[in-house]
């Protein structure tokens, strides 16, 4: 996973042109070409909003009055302002720094500035180059384009329950961000590899409970026109959601909550990342992604978000910082384990009710010694107490948390009742 | 206020009379005369009670043997014994001793002591005093008279809202204890400032949501036939209520519940009590003033009761150290202030839902920055955070402590999305 | 207690045969002969069971190589494994072995160890005993019987209400294991003075609201059985219920809940024992006697488990020093009186409501004061609060809670308001 970010790292994204469409191939490439790809013209009008005009960039820098070529966008393209306006002029330095972008408390880093909406053009800079620019006429330059005709570009596609359902599960991630890791490469090298995992199964003939919609946008606008296109379909279909953004580093589980903390998704995702290693909690006023999108009032969707370190909670979030370095494949990989639990979680749960009035003789079945001792049995224990808490109204995450285990562990016991005939699903 | 309270103070009251309709006017003078005053005669029946006959003094003092006038009526309303009968006799200190109400453990002070329903003459006297009465001769005399012919007062009055609907805010205070300060000068003080606020924001077109009824009776007797005589209107429009007693020291801050803690009384009087300095919250149970008859189970408004130091558990209560320096303004001032927030977090408090699909695009309204930064702006914070929490259900209240922050401030906000058309209150 | 203990103490009990009998009787003469007796023939399916054969000993023992009578049934019948098969074999100390059943964590110990649905034969044996065995050939004796035409036992009797309810409180108990003394002597023990003392009741001629069922059975297997005849009544009928087990030790109150911790059984149980010594609330999880089978879903009774220290959680559990010294009269005394507490705070509760509007005038009803002072007496205290929230929903045991006293200490204070037609039980 980590080489798949590299492989992305050095593409210059944003929310519209080529460095979009050539990520979206990579990584369709890397899972066998599934991707459905769409597109959606500039000018276009999205509920609240419009389709911006596709930018792209041939180049970008500015030339000290010294001659040295500084804040060079084939170096590091986060030196240029995001859907900065074309410009090749000489300014003082004067009027130059209007237009330069820093962080004063982050001195060594380049920040990641963005104006989608306004007509702007500027330089993002860290704040120790800019202490040493000299007074004189710099020469600043942007080859950029912004085309009316142009589009915006997503992709989707969906990995098919076993049975004839319509319940997805959605996994939606972003990919318009420039050169950082974190934020964005993390996100859809994961869903990625999550969705190769899936395909894995698939291949080993493991049934499928739902299908799983993989949506990959760029973030706020693309989440507003993928739901502005799919929003009937997925609110009749959609039974969780997860907006998978900074899950590359490896020093915490974080879990964004929807607005009441109260759907299947919440309800998975806590059951799994509860007992991770400094799992952190948060209020939906804390969401800054696209769940933002899935659960506006009116549209609602069961989506929360999972990172590893939140977004806006580490040092270097949205600088040059957030590089290659601040991810792991270790990080990389806690991430997807955590995604297959909460996905084998999903598969597993269901609302069970015993067939059987009382206990049933669960030692003519081999599941419960035949000899009784004073202690307890922990193997033949799931059984007994899974039948115990088995009513027609628990969930399978229900009675895996009274029981203090992982739904996904009961599967065993799950289908060695349902062979004994014990329990069913037919409430 | 405190000069108010003064003013008020040496007047003789209680649950009928001369000294009760007095004080009426009093306060009706400094609102600009807008109370309609009622009456009901004594002897008719309300509910499970009787009007007691009204009650007047003219005179009362005992003389000691050595010629003494003590316990002096006109000096201190307090040493006659509420409803005494009258009399004049010649009695032995041992026989008038049956007669005297003093407190052991509190030796300084004359207590408050009543008998309504029972036929009963006594005086109050502080223990100190009583302990210097020497063995003889006392003649005591009561001047007072028990007419069945009289009547009980009480008054009310209503600042409109500036729609058509019926719905009240009821504000309830009672006027007939005789001369103390907090018990009970300080609610009908704090009450008619706080009518004379709302009439000032009358004034100044502020519009109101609510219609407001003041109600100024003698507690528990009072209550009961206010109830008695406006029951189905007050079920059917009043949506909370709040009655002022013990408002005027400066030592705490207290909420006492209603029997479910759950009305919008309890929501909106927590919302702006729980950061008041000492703030404390008092079960129903705790209940001892007219919110006893409101919220009794045939009755159920949504009254709560409001103090600063709740009755009962300060000191000077019920005593004649209950008096004008145990109020002050400052503390009068503060009940004045809570009161004016809890009635601009219910005029605020409304449920709206968001009109747009999605996050709106509130930078090319002015209400977002059009540059991406890593900071958070505060100012425009509260704009997206409404708007993730206005789903329709919540109310502003409920949106506010998600934000900890009060309702009231939220009124700019609520004004700016309104105008904007992104929140509708049409559900 | 104790000495009704004593006398059962030696009977060698299994689930079926003649010394559950002979104990059942022992029950019936000190309660009057007031049981039913029932039977259920050997190889009768219930439920997902089969009635085991009827299983009687004679004798049994191990003779050691130099002559010793070891593991003697007549001395201890814990020596004995349950429903041994008979075998009259010589055998070397390995192959004897395989058969012995000790403890070595409890070397004193003789453990209790039953075989009810597998052929087994086995002796158990203290680990200190068996350590001392040498190398030789050992005789085995056991004289023991399992007959397909036997039945199994138990008994059952209801103690009526003075209505004519249907309602009933379910008190179930299990009388099957051999000579241990709090499980399990002591829930029979305390279930038949239990029900002596409703019978005094009964004399005494205070009503009684419910009827009692009073259950005696072997555990599991007898309350598979008795659901299975007796479903639909006890579906429809039992309102609460307690299965009495290990409630002779004075260590420590126990309560058992439901799945779901919501029933009248666990609301009336916590009421009266939360306040016990050294009380302990277990989830239903923690079960391990008939509550399992009452609560088992497709069952769905309210009932409870009540315990001292609870099974499994006390040292000498399933051995041989579960023995007379470790119950007492003093731990069964204080298990009776808080079922009792339970029995009469079920009694006590029901829902009233006002017939008044307001407070009524307790004055004059003579319960209130009618001359005010500033200290609240504490006998009228209750009259007030009681009524205050009596609303028509909470019973007396929320309102007992919410006062912090117990439901069945305002047996006067209901009775006293019914009187004066304060309250009524007609919503």
């Known amino acids: 996973m980590h080489q798949l970010a590299a492989k992305l790292f050095p593409i210059s994204r944003s929310i519209t042109g080529q460095g979009f ?32 005009d596709e930018w792209n960039v041939k180049d970008a820098y500015i030339i000290t009055p010294d001659g040295r070529k500084i804040c060079d966008f084939k170096q590091n393209n986060l030196h240029l302002l995001g859907y900065s306006q074309p410009i090749h002029a000489k300014l003082s330095l004067d009027e130059l720094s209007k237009h330069l972008y820093s962080l004063p408390n982050k001195p060594d880093a380049v920040p990641y500035v963005t104006s989608y909406y306004k007509k702007r053009w500027g330089f993002c800079i860290s704040q120790n180059e800019r202490k040493t620019l000299k007074d004189g006429i710099y020469e600043v330059f942007i080859d950029s384009t912004h085309d009316k005709n142009g589009v915006l570009n997503y992709a989707d596609f969906i990995i098919p329950a076993s049975n004839n359902t319509n319940d997805e599960i959605l996994i939606s991630t972003y990919l318009c961000h420039p050169s950082m890791a974190n934020n964005e490469l993390s996100g859809p090298v994961v869903a990625t590899h999550l969705a190769k995992w899936l395909r894995e199964r698939e291949r080993e003939r493991v049934k499928l409970k739902y299908n799983y919609r993989f949506v990959f946008i760029p973030e706020t606008i693309g989440s507003i026109i993928y739901l502005s ?26 879990l964004i909550h929807t607005p009441n903390a109260n759907t299947l998704a919440d309800k998975a995702a806590m059951h799994v990342l509860k007992d991770k290693p400094n799992f952190k909690e948060y209020d939906f006023l804390d969401s800054g992604s696209d769940e933002r999108q899935y659960c506006s009032p009116l549209i609602n969707l069961p989506v929360c978000g999972i990172c590893r370190s939140k977004y806006g909670e580490y040092e270097s979030y949205h600088t040059s910082n957030d590089d290659l370095n601040f991810i792991s494949q270790k990080g990389l990989e806690g991430s997807l384990n ?14 069970y009710k015993n067939t059987v009035f009382c206990e049933p003789n669960l030692g003519k079945r081999g599941l419960y010694p035949t000899l009784s001792t004073t202690t307890n049995d922990k193997s033949t224990y799931y059984y007994r107490k899974f039948l115990a808490l088995c009513d027609g109204k628990r969930d399978c995450i229900d009675i895996a948390n009274r029981l203090n285990i992982k739904a996904y562990e009961l599967e065993n016991v799950v289908q060695k009742l349902l062979e004994n005939g014990l329990i069913s699903d037919e409430i």
């Open 229 to 254: 296109r799919n929003l009937t379909h997925l609110q009749k279909h959609v039974k969780a959601g997860f907006n998978l953004s900074c899950v590359g580093d490896d020093l915490a589980y974080s």
């Open 338 to 351: 955590a995604m297959c639990e909460i996905i084998k979680t999903l598969e597993i749960n269901a609302v």
């Open 21 to 52: 469409r050539d990520s979206l191939v990579i990584l369709d490439n890397e899972l066998g070409n599934i991707m459905k790809f769409h597109e959606i013209k500039s000018g276009e009008a999205v509920f609240d909003w419009i389709v911006p």
